[in-house]
C-alpha cells in the first residue's frame, strides 16, 4: 500500500479479524494505516500543516469480552507527537502513551462496560498545540459463535448461525445474508447452506430510537473438504447423446443425477467417472444435476461433493408405418407412412434424396410408389438430429437371390471377446452381387460386392442390423425384419484414464465382481492381482489393466484397458509471513516457490485440524499454532504434506528511561543514557528538537544506547520493531544546571609572624578541595591560608557539577590607621577622620574633653580600606566645642587576622 496516499477510512466499533470486517457505529474521519504528507502551499511556498482532532467512535459494542476503538489524533504524523490517555469506568488511567507517527492513530481494547474518557495532547516540538477529551460508552454486545470455514458434507445442509440462540433479545436483531454473487438468502440469525461459497452477513440491534447499535460485518466460507471440480464432455446434449462426466482429480466415488423439479436423485453406481446414454438413463428431456460424492480418509464422516449442470433438449420424433410391400423388383408400388410426434424442422429419406422442410406435430407423410429396399429416415428438430430404418419387402424376389441368415452372438476369449457372426446362404447357389448391412439407426456397418459365391459370412458385433442384397440387375431383396446378434457384456470394474501421483501410489482398481487383474507395466512386467488388492505404482507411463472374471461359468467377458500414469515431483513450500501490522494483524502466505498456486490445494489448519483458511492467503484468526498442508490438484494420491507452525505473540510495548548527568556550565557536554530491552531487528532512535523547536534525527547514535550531546534541548529515544512500529519513548528536557562559583576574593592578607590570616569561606558545597601551589592542603569548608602564595579552590555541589576558584595570598602585619591631631573648627578641610588600611574590618572612636566628658562616638563594622570614616566637626548638640586638648580613643578590630587593639591620642580644636 502506498504510504503517502492520503484517504479517509470508517472507524468502527468492533473489529472480528481476519473473516469478521469492521463492526460497530462507525465514525467518520478516521485516517488509519496511511501517511499523510504535507500539503504545499505553491504561492506563498510554505507547506500546510493539518490541525490535530481527536476523532473516534462515541459507542463500542462489547462482543467477545472486549471491544477494539479505534482513534485518531491527525495532525502531521512525520513532526507532531501524541499523547493519549485514556480512563476507565471506574476512574483508573487504563492507556498511557506517547510517540510520534505511530500513535497518530491507536487502537484499544476495552474490557469492562460503561464510559471511558479518551484524551489526547499533541506536541509539536516543543510546544503543546493541542489538547482535546471525549467520552465514550461502551454496551454490552451479542456473543458471535460464527466460524471462518465450515465443512459441507455431502447431501447435507450445514447450519450457519452468527449469534448464540440464547442472546438476550435475539428478535430485536437485523440480520441479511449474502452469497458471493451478492444475492439475499436469509434474514434470520441461521442460515442453512447447501452450495460451497463464500457468505457475508450484516446484523444490528435496533434501539429504542430507531437507530442501529452493534453494526456486525462478517463473512465465512463454507465448502467441502476436498478440492476438485468437474469436467463434462458437454453441458447441452439432445436426447439420446451420451455425455461424460470426470473429476479432475481421479477420486472414486458415487455418483446420482437430479432432474430439476424432481426430489429424489437417481443413482448411477460408483466409479471414476461417469458415461451414459441420456435416453436410456435419463428419458426425459430437463435440466439435470449431475453429483460426484467422494469419501475423505481425513475426514471420514464428511464427503465431499461437487456438482454440475447438464440440459438435456428434445430432438426430433417420428414413427413410420410400412403401409404397402413392394410387388416385385420391377413394380414400383411399395408404401410407408411417417407421422411426426414432434415439431421438424427436415425430414429426410436418404435413399430417395428426399428433403421436407417446416412440419407441424402430428402431421402424416405418405411416401409411395417405392421400390424394395431399406429407407433412412433422418429428423431434425431443435438443433438434434435423429434416424431410424423402415423396411420395403420385396414379395416376389428372384429365386436365385433368395437367401436365409445364420446367426451366432458374440463369445468371450481369453483376452477379451470373439465378435458375432451373420451368415448369409444363398438357396440357389453362387450368388454374384452386392449388399449393405446398416444397424438400426441406418449408419452403414459393412457394404460391398459379392463375387459369385454360396455364402457370405460378416462379422459383427452384439446389435440389431437390417441387411439387403442387390443382384447385377439391379433388384433389391431386404430381409423383411430387423435381426438381432446377441452381445456378450465385459465384466465391469472403474479405473481412471489419468493417474497422477507422488513418488508411489496403492492402486486398487474398483469392482464389485470376482475378478482377477493383469497389469502390464511401462516396461512390460505383468503383475497379477486379486480385486480388492493393491498395485503399487512407481513409474510414470503407460499401464494396460486386464480385468477377467473368477467364475466357472462365467457369463462377462475379460476386458483390457488402458491408463497413464504421471509422476508428480514433490511440492516444496513454506508458510512466509506476508504482512504483520503495529495493531497486531498478521497475514501469512504459502510460499510455493514459483509454482502457479491453481494447480495445489491450500489448507490452514489450527491445532485442533479444523480448517480455518483456504487459499494462498491466511489472516490469522488468534495467536498460537498452526498447519499448512499443500497438495497438488489432479491428484488424490500424495502422501500428505504438512508444515507446523508457531505464530507468538508480539511485543507492543517496551518501556523506555533515559538518564543524564548533570550539563554542568563549565562541561563541553554530556551523556545521555536509555534504559530498555531491545530484541534482535529492534532499532533505537534519537531525536533532538533545539530550544527554537527545530527537531532532527540523530543518526550518529542510532541502536546506541548511550548519546554524547553538546546542545541544550529536548532529547528522545524511540524504540520501534523490525516491522517499524513504535514500541516505546521517553523525553528529556537537558539544560545546563545553573552557575554556582565559589565566593572569593581574588587577594587574602596573612601575617606569618604573629599567624594572623584570614579564615575563607566560599559557600556551601557537598565537597571542597583546597590547593596550596599545585598541592591538595585541606578538604574542609573553610581554610586558612598560612603561606604566601597562590592558591586553587575546586567545589562540587549537590548536583554533581565542580567549580574552580584562584586567590592569593600576601605578607601583611601591619594594621594602619591615620586620624588627625589637630582640627579647626572654620575650615571644612580641616574637620577629624580615620582611614585605616586592608585588614581592620571594624572600628569604634570616642573623643573626651579635658574633664571626662564624651562629646563624639562613632562606630564602623564594615570599614572600607583608605575611605574616611567616623568624620567628626566639632559639633556637640548642635553647638561647636571649645577650643583646646580633647583625648581620642580608637578601638579597631579584624575577625580575619584575631585583632582587636586600642590606642588613645590628644586632638587640638582650635576656632
Avoid at 451478492?182 to 442460515?191: D, P
Avoid at 439432445?238 to 423439479?261: A, M, N, Q, Y
Avoid at 434424396?353 to 424394395?372: H, W, Y
Avoid at 527554537?692 to 534541548?713: D, P, R, S
Wanted: glycine residues 8%; negative net charge; contains cysteine.
Amino acid at each position: 500500500m502506498n504510504k503517502w496516499f492520503v484517504a479517509t477510512l470508517m472507524a468502527c466499533s468492533f473489529w472480528i479479524n481476519p473473516f469478521m470486517e469492521c463492526l460497530g457505529n462507525p465514525s467518520p474521519g478516521i485516517n488509519r494505516g496511511f501517511m499523510v504528507p504535507l500539503e504545499w502551499n505553491e504561492k506563498m511556498d510554505i507547506p500546510f500543516f493539518i490541525d490535530p482532532e481527536l476523532t473516534g467512535p462515541d459507542r463500542l459494542c462489547m462482543i467477545f469480552g472486549s471491544v477494539i476503538g479505534d482513534f485518531s489524533g491527525l495532525g502531521e504524523p512525520a513532526t507532531d507527537v501524541y499523547s493519549w490517555q485514556i480512563i476507565s469506568p471506574s476512574n483508573v488511567q487504563v492507556f498511557n502513551r506517547t510517540g510520534g507517527g505511530t500513535f497518530q492513530n491507536i487502537s484499544f481494547s476495552f474490557g469492562q462496560i460503561g464510559n471511558y474518557s479518551v484524551s489526547l495532547s499533541v506536541r509539536r516540538g516543543n510546544t503543546v498545540i493541542y489538547n482535546a477529551t471525549k467520552s465514550l460508552s461502551v454496551i454490552q454486545g451479542p456473543s458471535l459463535i460464527l466460524q471462518p470455514d465450515y465443512l459441507l458434507c455431502g447431501r447435507n445442509t450445514v447450519s450457519v448461525s452468527v449469534l448464540d440462540s440464547n442472546t438476550p433479545n435475539l428478535d430485536q436483531y437485523t440480520f441479511q445474508w449474502k452469497n458471493a454473487q451478492g444475492a439475499i438468502v436469509g434474514t434470520t440469525n441461521t442460515l442453512e447452506v447447501s452450495r460451497e461459497g463464500t457468505y457475508s452477513v450484516s446484523l444490528f440491534l435496533n434501539n429504542e430510537s430507531g437507530g442501529a447499535d452493534c453494526l456486525i460485518n462478517g463473512s465465512t466460507f463454507v465448502g467441502p473438504p476436498n478440492d476438485f471440480k468437474l469436467n463434462i464432455s458437454k453441458t447441452l446434449v439432445c436426447l439420446g447423446e451420451r455425455i461424460t462426466v470426470t473429476p479432475d482429480v481421479p477420486f472414486l466415488g458415487d455418483w446420482s443425477v437430479l432432474k430439476e423439479g424432481a426430489t429424489s436423485r437417481v443413482d448411477m453406481g460408483t466409479s471414476f467417472s461417469l458415461n451414459f446414454n441420456t435416453d436410456n438413463e435419463l428419458g426425459v428431456a430437463g435440466l439435470y444435476r449431475v453429483f460426484f460424492n467422494v469419501s475423505d480418509e481425513k475426514h471420514p464422516d464428511c464427503a465431499s461433493e461437487r456438482e454440475v449442470l447438464v440440459e438435456v433438449k428434445n430432438g426430433p420424433k417420428f414413427q413410420s408405418n410400412l403401409l404397402k410391400n413392394a410387388s416385385d423388383c420391377e413394380m414400383e408400388n411399395g408404401a410407408f407412412q411417417v407421422t411426426a410426434n414432434s415439431p421438424l424442422d427436415i425430414l429426410e429419406i436418404k435413399e430417395l434424396g428426399s428433403k421436407i422442410f417446416d412440419i407441424d406435430q402430428n402431421e402424416k407423410m405418405l411416401f409411395e410408389g417405392l421400390k424394395p429396399g431399406i429407407y433412412t429416415l433422418e429428423g431434425t428438430y431443435n438443433g438434434c438430429t435423429r434416424s431410424s430404418i423402415i423396411i420395403v419387402p420385396n414379395d416376389s424376389p428372384p429365386a436365385t437371390q433368395r437367401f436365409q441368415l445364420e446367426k451366432i452372438g458374440e463369445s468371450c476369449t481369453d483376452t477379451g471377446k470373439k465378435l458375432g457372426e451373420i451368415k448369409v446362404v444363398f438357396l440357389d447357389g453362387a450368388f454374384e452381387g452386392e449388399f449393405r448391412l446398416v444397424n438400426q439407426r441406418g449408419s452403414i456397418v459393412q457394404s460391398g460386392t459379392i463375387p459369385n459365391l454360396p455364402s457370405l459370412e460378416l462379422k459383427v458385433s452384439g446389435g440389431n442390423f437390417a441387411l439387403e442384397i442387390v443382384d447385377t440387375s439391379g433388384c433389391t431383396l431386404p430381409e423383411e425384419l430387423v435381426f438381432t446378434i446377441p452381445g456378450k457384456n465385459f465384466v465391469s470394474y472403474s479405473v481412471p484414464e489419468e493417474i497422477n501421483v507422488c513418488e508411489t501410489f496403492e492402486f486398487i482398481p474398483f469392482t464389485t465382481d470376482s475378478l482377477l487383474f493383469s497389469l502390464t507395466f511401462p516396461n512390460g512386467e505383468v503383475i497379477n492381482k486379486n480385486a480388492g488388492e493393491a498395485f503399487t505404482l512407481t513409474e510414470a507411463g503407460s499401464y494396460s489393466l486386464m480385468g477377467s472374471s473368477l467364475l466357472a461359468n462365467p457369463d462377462r467377458c475379460p476386458r483390457k484397458t488402458d491408463f497413464n500414469v504421471s509422476l508428480f515431483e514433490p511440492i516444496v513450500f513454506e508458510e512466509k509471513l506476508a504482512s504483520q501490522d503495529c495493531a497486531g494483524n498478521v497475514v501469512y502466505e504459502a510460499e510455493l516457490f514459483g509454482r502457479n498456486p491453481n494447480t495445489v490445494s491450500i489448507r490452514w489448519l489450527n491445532e485442533n485440524g479444523s480448517i480455518v483458511g483456504r487459499g494462498s492467503q491466511f489472516f490469522l484468526p488468534a495467536f498460537g499454532r498452526y498447519f499448512l498442508e499443500v497438495q497438488p490438484l489432479e491428484s488424490g494420491y500424495c502422501p500428505s504434506s504438512i508444515h507446523e507452525f508457531f505464530v507468538e505473540t508480539p511485543v507492543f510495548f517496551v518501556d523506555v528511561a533515559i538518564s543524564t548527568e548533570m550539563f554542568c556550565p563549565n562541561a563541553p557536554s554530556a551523556t545521555l543514557s536509555v534504559q530498555t530491552d531491545l530484541n534482535t531487528g529492534d532499532r533505537l532512535e534519537w531525536i533532538f528538537t533545539d530550544l527554537n523547536g527545530k527537531q532532527e534525527i540523530l543518526k550518529g547514535f542510532e541502536n546506541n544506547k548511550t548519546a554524547e550531546v553538546e546542545n541544550e534541548g529536548s532529547y528522545e529515544a524511540v524504540v520501534y520493531n523490525d516491522r517499524g512500529c513504535e514500541l516505546g519513548r521517553d523525553l528529556i528536557l537537558l539544560m545546563h544546571s545553573a552557575d554556582d562559583p565559589p565566593t572569593l576574593e581574588s587577594i587574602y592578607y596573612i601575617c606569618s609572624e604573629t599567624k594572623f590570616g584570614e579564615t575563607i569561606d566560599p559557600g556551601a558545597y557537598e565537597a571542597y578541595e583546597w590547593y596550596f601551589e599545585g598541592n591538595l592542603v585541606s578538604q574542609s569548608p573553610t581554610f586558612k591560608p598560612r603561606e604566601v602564595g597562590n592558591y586553587e579552590i575546586i567545589v562540587t555541589n549537590a548536583l554533581g557539577c565542580s567549580f574552580l576558584g584562584k586567590f592569593s595570598a600576601f605578607q601583611d602585619c601591619v594594621f594602619k590607621y591615620v586620624f588627625p591631631t589637630g582640627m579647626i573648627l572654620s575650615d571644612e578641610k580641616r574637620h577629624f577622620e580615620i582611614f585605616v588600611n586592608d585588614p581592620v574590618e571594624e572600628a569604634k572612636v570616642w573623643i573626651h574633653n579635658k574633664f571626662g566628658s564624651l562629646v563624639f562616638f562613632c562606630e564602623n563594622y564594615s570599614v572600607v580600606p583608605s575611605v574616611s570614616f567616623c568624620n567628626w566637626n566639632g559639633n556637640e548638640n548642635g553647638r561647636n566645642v571649645p577650643s583646646g586638648t580633647y583625648i581620642v580613643t580608637l578601638v579597631y578590630r579584624s575577625e580575619r587576622f584575631g585583632l582587636n587593639e586600642k590606642v588613645s591620642k590628644s586632638l587640638l580644636i582650635l576656632d
